[in-house]
């Protein structure tokens, strides 16, 4: 099995719902997302998939993000916008878009500082 993975990153703006802190308060985090996938063959050109498509993929989804209060979107309405929850939401979605016979998406990871991330993935 081959695995590859992608970063690349977002910047906005959220306040977690029923947190009692600080980061109840609006604020914002440049956050860094990496993307893992696997495939079980290679083509013609020796590539699982390309890194192009990965990437363009994934920045399609960020742009939604992108400077963006997260709290008013609607893939967010009824839960926090925490990287817990971002990092479900870019792996449902980037599954959609990228999941087929030879190419699955594994894990997604949210960093939202240099030291905290919080990822998702199906065991």
Known sequence: MYHLTIQTHFAAAHNLV?????????????WKVE?????RDLDK???GIDFKVLK??????LDLLDHKYLNDLEMFQGQSPSSENISRYLFDQ????LNSDNVRVEEVRVWESENACASYRLD
């Open 18 to 30: 029923n947190y009692q802190g600080d980061c109840e308060n609006l604020h914002g985090h440049n």
């Open 94 to 97: 980037l599954g959609q878009r």
């Open 45 to 47: 050109a020796g590539l």
């Open 56 to 61: 363009k993929e994934t920045n399609n989804l």
């Open 35 to 39: 993307v893992q996938v696997s495939a």
